[in-house]
């Protein structure tokens, strides 16, 4: 029997998992990308749980430890840079067993590409721009390459993703925005001590350096609601608005801002939730941030990895039924995606408190629990 062909939109982390896995359960997967190639840059997010056994059986876990950052602490600072609070990380239990392991993203989407790319088409540069769907597969033209046929469509490209806007309606009707923006942008050199993060809050804001490895990272998280106008391509319109937030903030945001004027590698988004009743429309699916974001603080590559495995073990399983495939890949992946979804809030509350009052409480709360990650 002919391999059944599946287009993936996304070459972030979903997608190369994905491919990696549906490529060894005899389909033939093909990876779109819009950018020229690998993102170099990114926040530390964490391999761990439903993650590490997927990330185990694909033989990566020796890359993602040659990888990982040396941070085994926060460290809560005030505007003169003084510890007020430390708080430990999961890296720091690696001592015990511990197997979680933060990575920059970037090195993360990098191996699982190293993974994929001798068993998977990978086409950089490129992006889908119509997709026509019947009862036997799907036409799709592209922005470059040639138009094509395919069994299976798999949008695992991000918040905003292309795949989820022309097969299931605007992003605006399933999008939502939390009261949250994140930046982050690299430095320009490793900092003094790799072990601790150094975090610094006011009312509403946090800057953090993060050590990572080659370069440290610095993040700007800040609430706001919605912005007018804002379009998530415009790099000069993000550091206008990442200026305007923290000018005044206090700490060391008068160099970070410098920095960031003169950046161009820089991240900017919001955080949001992305609802839908189902991931899946006839042989469409999603997968990742594009089905069910949770992209505040490191989880959602865990999920996506999880999820990537999921889908690919639930399409295996019935290769002639993408109906009932879809169904028990959404069933069994909502049991992870969905407390998460639920606990944004709360985490936004511990990183960003609103008030000064809320600043104090979480302070003091991390001194009464210094080595709770």
Request: charged letters at 20%; glycine letters at 8%.
């Given at each position: 029997?002919?391999?059944?062909?599946?287009?993936?939109?996304?070459?972030?982390?979903?997608?190369?998992?994905?491919?990696?896995?549906l490529a060894r359960r005899g389909f033939q997967p093909t990876v779109?990308?819009?950018?020229?190639?690998?993102?170099?840059?990114?926040?530390?997010?964490?391999?761990?749980?439903?993650?590490?056994?997927?990330?185990?059986?694909?033989?990566?876990?020796?890359?993602?430890?040659?990888?990982?950052?040396?941070?085994?602490?926060?460290?809560?600072?005030?505007?003169?840079?003084?510890?007020?609070?430390?708080?430990?990380?999961?890296?720091?239990?690696?001592?015990?067993?511990?197997?979680?392991?933060?990575?920059?993203?970037?090195?993360?989407?990098?191996?699982?590409?190293?993974?994929?790319?001798?068993?998977?088409?990978?086409?950089?540069?490129?992006?889908?721009?119509?997709?026509?769907?019947?009862?036997?597969?799907?036409?799709?033209?592209?922005?470059?390459?040639?138009?094509?046929?395919?069994?299976?469509?798999?949008?695992?490209?991000?918040?905003?993703?292309?795949?989820?806007?022309?097969?299931?309606?605007?992003?605006?009707?399933?999008?939502?925005?939390?009261?949250?923006?994140?930046?982050?942008?690299?430095?320009?050199?490793?900092?003094?001590?790799?072990?601790?993060?150094?975090?610094?809050?006011?009312?509403?804001?946090?800057?953090?350096?993060?050590?990572?490895?080659?370069?440290?990272?610095?993040?700007?998280?800040?609430?706001?609601?919605?912005?007018?106008?804002?379009?998530?391509?415009?790099?000069?319109?993000?550091?206008?608005?990442?200026?305007?937030?923290?000018?005044?903030?206090?700490?060391?945001?008068?160099?970070?801002?410098?920095?960031?004027?003169?950046?161009?590698?820089?991240?900017?988004?919001?955080?949001?939730?992305?609802?839908?009743?189902?991931?899946?429309?006839?042989?469409?699916?999603?997968?990742?941030?594009?089905?069910?974001?949770?992209?505040?603080?490191?989880?959602?590559?865990?999920?996506?990895?999880?999820?990537?495995?999921?889908?690919?073990?639930?399409?295996?399983?019935?290769?002639?039924?993408?109906?009932?495939?879809?169904?028990?890949?959404?069933?069994?992946?909502?049991?992870?995606?969905?407390?998460?979804?639920?606990?944004?809030?709360?985490?936004?509350?511990?990183?960003?408190?609103?008030?000064?009052?809320?600043?104090?409480?979480?302070?003091?709360?991390?001194?009464?629990?210094?080595?709770?990650?």
């Amino acid at each position: 029997m002919t391999p059944r062909t599946v287009l993936i939109s996304g070459a972030g982390v979903a997608g190369p998992t994905l491919a990696y896995w549906l490529a060894r359960r005899g389909f033939q997967p093909t990876v779109v990308e819009r950018s020229q190639g690998l993102r170099s840059s990114g926040s530390p997010v964490d391999v761990r749980g439903p993650a590490l056994p997927v990330a185990e059986r694909m033989g990566i876990m020796p890359h993602l430890r040659e990888a990982a950052t040396q941070a085994t602490a926060v460290s809560l600072v005030d505007a003169s840079g003084r510890q007020i609070a430390r708080v430990g990380l999961p890296a720091a239990r690696s001592a015990a067993g511990n197997r979680e392991v933060e990575l920059p993203r970037g090195d993360l989407a990098s191996i699982l590409y190293e993974a994929a790319r001798s068993d998977a088409e990978f086409l950089f540069d490129d992006t889908i721009i119509t997709m026509q769907q019947d009862e036997h597969g799907v036409d799709v033209d592209f922005d470059h390459a040639a138009p094509r046929r395919f069994d299976l469509i798999i949008g695992a490209d991000g918040l905003h993703s292309t795949v989820r806007r022309l097969a299931f309606g605007p992003e605006s009707d399933f999008v939502h925005h939390m009261g949250i923006y994140v930046a982050t942008m690299p430095l320009d050199g490793p900092v003094n001590d790799p072990s601790h993060v150094l975090m610094y809050n006011t009312p509403g804001k946090l800057l953090s350096i993060h050590p990572s490895r080659d370069k440290a990272l610095a993040a700007f998280i800040f609430r706001s609601c919605a912005i007018d106008g804002f379009n998530h391509h415009n790099t000069e319109q993000h550091k206008r608005i990442v200026v305007e937030a923290y000018t005044g903030a206090g700490w060391r945001a008068p160099e970070l801002l410098d920095q960031l004027r003169e950046t161009e590698d820089l991240y900017f988004d919001s955080v949001s939730h992305v609802r839908l009743s189902a991931w899946a429309r006839n042989r469409i699916g999603l997968l990742g941030d594009a089905a069910s974001s949770v992209s505040l603080f490191g989880d959602g590559s865990s999920l996506a990895i999880a999820g990537a495995f999921t889908l690919a073990e639930s399409l295996a399983a019935a290769p002639t039924d993408h109906t009932a495939a879809f169904r028990h890949y959404e069933t069994a992946h909502r049991t992870l995606v969905d407390p998460k979804q639920r606990g944004m809030r709360q985490v936004a509350a511990l990183l960003v408190p609103k008030s000064r009052t809320g600043i104090a409480v979480r302070n003091l709360a991390a001194r009464a629990w210094p080595n709770r990650p």
